[in-house]
């Protein structure tokens, strides 16, 4: 079949796949008499691109016998493609697939048709015995939760242990926290992976942005059986599951939660450890602990304290039973979104408030001073700038202060870097000391000991007094590197700097010498974010 290219709502053949179309999302429209054929069907809420598109609607739920809209949203391949039946059509199993697709009703679509499927929406909702509510328990947000910007790999537990019934309530609590968390391009990212005898990532961080997708995937998996071993999925999943390429936000906290119903079959520490030096911080959730007549058969009794990104209490959470879940949604879900309490993923190139007091007098010159903008700009190329990670600001000095930006007025490395980069070169004289104040008082407002840097960068000597300044910045718990250039006096430059000395305090006689301190002062803001976190 050749290339197909739809436009809004252009009809399609039954036989039309995933891989037919060219959009990244497209609204297509299915012809009548589509469940009368045999249709290929590959997948279970995410279909590989192989997969007819109105038969995959059908499967779904989302389109009836009569045809209609459905919209279609291309994917990344992925590995395990799920087959189950459903609606009449059965999905067949695939173990890898180089693209995929998820659908959605048509916005569009004619209130007839959707008076029509709404009774098939979401089969997995509707209980024997029980009326379809009326509206998804789904909270609907369109961009998410903007104070739980996180990264979270959902581990459950699928081995023989925990069993087919409970397993589906674990699925249930699952979708539930899933809601509460309110996912979304700009809030929290949830992917999950199953613990088996062998883990299985069911999807990825990316594969569903909107909370109704979510949940719907979530009820859809399938119970694996097997060994409950955990230490293997929690290595999986520190090794394969945080990076890029599949999805990871540079700069946001990257969270395990592991559900386990009863104990390991394997060991947890080495996975664990190699997931806490990864800045993985990871949850246990502990559901029906082992009763003092099975501690005999756990291997290692305290694995719940090894796993976790920190024996403190606060990353154990423990479940009596798993018919008492629902009232543990609200606090668990607290838990993930407390971004400061998140110790694990606090690093020194996603956590510092960096401020660059950047000398603009007369003796600089213009030239000079891109090269200074250039030594900053490798500065801050080394930390993760974004919104819930590392942050820079600048001032500009000469007898007066300029603030060119603050510490959270770019949310990306890109605009910091570049809005560096910009400054214009004021010229003038030199008044480090009543600098060092303005920065203070301006750039950082937090006092957080280990996380405020100020480097300041010069070429002379000050007419007025930066001892004082200087004391006043580090009793608010800025760390202050000094940076001097040519003329600058090294009495001048320790004066200013933080304790010990010398490793605060840096000079080259030109200008092209300030490349050479990028790295050593990049080690240095981390040997202080360490030695007092």
């Known amino acids: 079949m050749s290339p197909f ?106 209130l007839e048709l959707t008076r029509l499927t709404s009774s098939t929406a979401l089969p997995a909702v509707v209980r024997p015995g029980k009326k379809a509510a009326k509206k998804p328990f789904v909270k609907s947000t369109s961009g998410g939760n903007k104070d739980c910007q996180t990264d979270i790999a959902l581990v459950i537990d699928s081995s023989n242990n925990i069993g087919q019934r409970r397993f589906n309530l ?66 999986h999943t520190a090794e394969n599951f945080f990076t890029q390429s599949r999805g990871a936000r540079r700069g946001h906290p990257r969270v395990m939660v592991v559900l386990i119903d009863g104990w390991p079959s394997d060991d947890v520490e080495p996975a664990a450890l190699l997931a806490r030096e990864s800045g993985i911080n990871v949850f246990m959730v502990s559901v029906a602990k082992p009763a003092a007549d099975e501690l005999g058969m756990v291997r290692d009794k305290d694995f719940l304290k090894k796993a976790v990104c920190k024996d403190n209490g606060f990353f154990n959470y423990s479940i009596p039973s798993w018919f008492t879940t629902t009232k543990h949604v609200r606090p668990l879900t607290q838990r993930l979104c407390s971004l400061d309490a998140l110790l694990c993923s606090k690093t020194c190139y996603n956590s510092v408030n960096i401020g660059f007091l950047i000398d603009g007098s007369s003796s600089v010159g213009w030239q000079n001073f891109q090269l200074v903008l250039d030594f900053l700009a490798g500065i801050a190329q080394s930390f993760d700038i974004s919104d819930v990670g590392a942050h820079i600001g600048a001032v500009q000095f000469t007898y007066e202060q300029r603030l060119e930006f603050g510490l959270f007025d770019h949310s990306s490395k890109e605009d910091a870097v570049g809005a560096l980069r910009r400054i214009s070169y004021m010229s003038g004289g030199t008044a480090t000391g009543s600098a060092i104040s303005y920065a203070t008082q301006n750039l950082f407002r937090q006092r957080e000991l280990g996380h405020n840097f100020l480097i300041v960068v010069t070429d002379g000597q000050s007419y007025d007094d930066v001892r004082s300044p200087a004391m006043a910045a580090q009793s608010q718990g800025v760390t202050i590197f000094s940076v001097g250039v040519a003329w600058a006096p090294m009495g001048d430059l320790k004066t200013m700097s933080s304790e010990p000395k010398d490793e605060h305090t840096f000079f080259t006689r030109e200008f092209t010498g300030l490349t050479e301190f990028i790295q050593p002062l990049v080690r240095g803001i981390c040997r202080d974010f360490t030695e007092n976190n």
């Open 5 to 110: 290219s739809a436009g809004s709502s252009d009809p399609v053949s039954c036989e039309t796949r995933g891989a037919d179309l060219k959009q990244d999302e497209v609204l297509v429209l299915c012809p009548p008499a589509c469940s009368e054929l045999k249709l290929s069907v590959f997948g279970t809420g995410v279909y590989a691109a192989v997969s007819s598109i109105c038969g995959a609607a059908l499967h779904k739920g989302i389109l009836s016998s009569s045809g209609g809209p459905v919209r279609v949203h291309k994917r990344r391949g992925r590995h395990n493609y799920v087959s189950s039946y459903a609606n009449g059509v059965h999905s067949q199993a695939l173990p890898r697939w180089t693209s995929s697709f998820s659908l959605s009703r048509s916005v569009d679509a004619p």
């Open 170 to 235: 674990q699925k249930r609590f699952v979708a539930k926290l899933a809601t509460m968390l309110r996912v979304g391009p700009t809030g929290p990212h949830v992917g999950l992976i199953q613990a088996s005898d062998s883990p299985r990532t069911e999807f990825l961080l990316t594969n569903y942005t909107q909370p109704k997708e979510l949940v719907f995937a979530i009820q859809e998996l399938a119970y694996l059986g097997g060994d409950t071993n955990i230490g293997k999925a929690i290595l």
